[in-house]
Nanobody, 125 residues
Framework: QLQAFGGGLVQAGGSLKLSCAAS????????MAWFRQAPGKEREFVAA????????RYADSVKGRFAISRDNAESTLFLQMASLKPEDTAVYYC????????????????????WGQGTLVTVSS
């Protein structure tokens, strides 16, 4: 129901845009987010957005470099990544909650009910 794509190999300092296509049910009323898992590490929060896009939340490590957005009409979630660093290398997952989501809870993985399969982003130094 969620499919992430757009990953690839990019040089440090470069940009990449990830997309997450939703199907099978509407996620227009769901909080959505991106998480990532680097090799040998646990999955971590990257960014989240509420259904109306009024609230966004970012991990400190990506603030000012990444931007999350969504197009409810196209059932698509985006993650624009800029000034990429080797430490951004990871498999990126999109996720959605069943409900609207509380702004204070957007960064918690356990709040998310639907997960995409992940797309690999590799940043070379």
């Amino acid at each position: 129901q969620l499919q992430a794509f757009g990953g690839g190999l990019v040089q440090a300092g470069g940009s990449l845009k990830l997309s997450c296509a939703a199907s099978g049910r509407t996620f227009s009323w769901s909080a959505m987010a991106w998480f990532r898992q680097a090799p040998g590490k646990e999955r971590e929060f990257v960014a989240a957005v509420t259904p109306n896009s009024l609230t966004t939340r970012y991990a400190d490590s990506v603030k000012g470099r990444f931007a999350i957005s969504r197009d409810n009409a196209e059932s698509t979630l985006f993650l624009q990544m800029a000034s990429l660093k080797p430490e951004d290398t990871a498999v990126y997952y999109c996720a959605a909650q069943k409900g609207l989501g509380l702004p204070s809870q957007l960064q918690y993985q356990q709040e998310y009910d639907f997960w995409g399969q992940g797309t690999l982003v590799t940043v070379s130094s």
